[in-house]
């Protein structure tokens, strides 16, 4: 497997009352994290990510931090808040394994696993998902900073990999970090993002 990368630029939200986003997970893109899957852009039973590639699957609402193996997750990674915010949801008591069809009983509609809510200013929120089992370190009402450690990375819910899968949402509406406009980018660079960092998006093939 060869693994490229194209750099998206941090850049202003579109506009001024948008969340600003650090990276949700303690790593080092390209090196000890990377990114698996993006927001599913197409409505369609089809699938793109905001650049018209492949790097999502149908229904996709959120964007996936994996890690490289699970011994980097028995080490320990940290998962970050994204933006400072007030906690309205937790779990923390579901066990890390990967996910067959018959663990759905077990997982009964949890698909997130164990996770963390957060509700931001302006009607926007964070959730993050398939946390590692115990380690959720926030609680209910708590009020977090940009950076707080939530947790630690897992393998929790309905997943085949250890990775934080980060879902932003306004008014209850999903929005791709990325193309927080909901346009895609096919072939043109990035410009409008709603992340205060720069990411590197990871190409596999």
């Not at 492949?54 to 609402?61: A, I, R, V």
């Not at 007030?86 to 937790?90: K, M, N, P, Q």
């Given at each position: 497997m060869r693994t490229t990368a194209l750099?998206?630029?941090?850049?202003?939200?579109?506009?001024?009352q948008d969340l600003h986003l650090g990276l949700p997970v303690d790593c080092t893109l390209g090196d000890t994290c990377y990114i698996q899957n993006y927001v599913d852009t197409d409505?369609?039973?089809?699938a793109l990510d905001f650049l018209c590639g492949?790097?999502?699957?149908?229904?996709?609402?959120g964007t996936d931090f994996g890690l490289p193996s699970l011994s980097a997750m028995d080490a320990g990674v940290d998962v970050l808040a994204s933006a400072a915010g007030?906690?309205?949801?937790?779990r923390n008591d579901m066990r890390d394994v990967l996910y067959t069809p018959e663990?759905?009983?077990?997982?009964?509609?949890?698909?997130?696993?164990?996770?963390?809510?957060?509700?931001?200013?302006?009607?926007?929120?964070?959730?993050?998902?398939?946390?590692k089992e115990g380690s959720v370190t926030v609680v209910m009402g708590e009020h977090v900073g940009t950076g707080d450690v939530i947790g630690q990375v897992g393998l929790s819910g309905w997943t085949q990999f250890p990775n934080v899968h980060i879902s932003v949402r306004h008014s209850g509406a999903v929005v791709d970090p990325f193309a927080p406009d909901?346009?895609?980018?096919?072939?043109?660079?990035v410009e409008n993002t709603l992340w205060n960092v720069p990411l590197t998006r990871q190409l596999a093939d």
């Open positions: 750099l998206i630029t941090c850049a202003t939200p579109a506009v001024a409505s369609s039973e089809a492949s790097l999502t699957y149908d229904g996709h609402k007030t906690v309205r949801g937790v663990l759905a009983g077990e997982i009964n509609g949890r698909d997130c696993g164990n996770g963390v809510v957060v509700a931001h200013d302006g009607g926007w929120e964070t959730q993050y998902c398939h946390m909901g346009d895609r980018g096919c072939g043109a660079e």
